[in-house]
Each structure stands twice: as structure tokens, then as C-alpha cells.
């Protein structure tokens, strides 16, 4: 988005309390209708003032229901591993959209966000939908990248997208000069994929609610 450290500072778990104002922390990106917060990675708190509070998991859907209101969609952008953050995004989360890219234990990891999203339906967030499966930095007549796909379709037929992110050099670019794709260059075919992905996510609401057991 084009900000410094030093901009994306601030911390909103400083204090722990339930109504911790976001409103001070949003930044303008400069793109209409786009407004960003950074996140760092929840802290481990103390666990006598998490019991008198709330728990760590419920922090960050404590904090963002308020907010949300004001805002057509929230997007939670997280990190690809299945701890600190990520729970508490699937615990405030209405849907979940799923991005993996062609690598050796890349179904594997699949099979094991699936675990992870069942433990939170069943304890925090029974309402939890999949939007999909989205397959990213693909590359459309690698034999591997194809292979995974089979993989995940024979799996999950209904939740893999039809829209794929091939991949692009401009994406890397477009992230070391601080800019979305679309806005650093918007005819890239990643970046028109971008807007396909989108359009079949609007097509595709609410459609599923998979409970599968894995």
C-alpha cells in the first residue's frame, strides 16, 4: 500500500479492553473507497488479564465488529501459517478464502487449514463459510502446478475456483515499489485476474457452506 514502518507503527492491542477505538489507527491509500489498517501479530498476554477480559482468540473480533459497520467488506490479509493471527481472523471472519500456490506440501497444506477451520466452527465461529479455493502464481502448462490442481479438485470440487492468478513478474514488482497491481500496472494479466477473482467471488456468495470433515 505504499506505507512506511514508521507510518504502520502503531499497535491496536496496546491496551486490552473491548472497545479499543480503530478509527485512529485507518490509513488513506490515496485509491477510492480503500482504507488499510496494519495488524501486528497478537501478543501473548497475560493470562489473568486475558480471564478478566477476554480471550486472546475474541480480541480482534471484539475490536472489529464496531468498525466493520461502517464498511462494505473487511478484508483480513494473513500470513501463510496456521498460528498466532490466523485464529483470530477465522474467528471474526464471515468467509474464508483459501490462496495456495503449487509447491511439494502444498495439498497437504489445504487438508490442514481444513482441520484448523473445523476447530473454529466448532468452539468460536459455527457460521464460518469458504469462499474458495484460490490457486495463485500459477503457471498454466507447468505439469506440477496442473497436478495439484487435479489433486484439489478430486478433493474439493466445489470450492476451487474457476479463476486462477497466473504467475506474474509485475506482482513482485508491483510490491517492492509499494503499489497494488492494479494500480502499478493494471494491463498485467495477473492484474485482470485479479478482477475475474473478484467477480466470481460476488457470484459465488453464500453459495457454500461446507462442513467437511478431513
Known sequence: MGFTKQETAKNIFNELKYNIPLKPDILKTGIKNLEFIHIKRLPHLNEHLVGEVSTNELILKNILKPAAANYDYVIIDCPPH????????????????????????????????FFQINYVRENYNPELKIAGILLTNYEFNNEDAFNLKKELFKEFPKLILNTSIPKSPFVQKAFNNGKPLLVYKPEDRAAKAYIKLADELFERKNLFSTKRKV
Do not use: E, M, T, Y
Not at 85 to 112: E, M, T
Open 82 to 113: 496456521h498460528s498466532g493471527n490466523i485464529n483470530a481472523a477465522l474467528i471474526s471472519a464471515d468467509s474464508l478464502l483459501i490462496p495456495v500456490a503449487p509447491g511439494k506440501f502444498s495439498a497437504a497444506a489445504v487438508r490442514n487449514i
